[in-house]
Nanobody, 124 residues
């Protein structure tokens, strides 16, 4: 069982930045895939970004490229989501997820473990 704990959410103004963190604890799976999803009010949860911790290969949703960056620190089992130039439409609860099969996917049902989420609000 992998436990995921997110942090870093908060209230920011449009154009500002936030960095979310997700710390994983539990059994050490090789080639674990970590991902970020988000859910806005009234909408389904959607994929944001994913990274393979072992080699750092990553993928960010096309519409978020250029503003969102995913990175990882193997030494601390932490994954980060750097969000720049935030917009009101980025307002959502952001969830960290983990998948023990080392193949990238954007499908939330294929992630095995989930954090509780951290809320991001972008408003002036």
């Amino acid at each position: 069982q992998v436990e995921l704990v997110e942090s870093g959410g908060g209230l920011v103004q449009p154009g500002e930045s936030l960095r979310l963190s997700c710390v994983a604890s539990g059994p050490a799976y090789s080639n674990i895939i970590m991902g970020w999803f988000r859910q806005s009010p009234g909408r389904e949860r959607e994929f944001v970004a994913t990274i393979r911790q072992s080699d750092g290969h990553s993928y960010v949703e096309d519409s978020l490229k250029g503003r969102f960056i995913i990175s990882g620190d193997n030494a601390t089992n932490t994954v980060y989501l750097q969000m720049n130039n935030l917009r009101p439409e980025d307002t959502a609860v952001y969830y960290c997820a983990a998948r023990t099969v080392p193949i990238f996917t954007i499908t939330e049902s294929q992630y095995h473990f989930w954090g509780q989420g951290t809320r991001v609000t972008v408003s002036s």
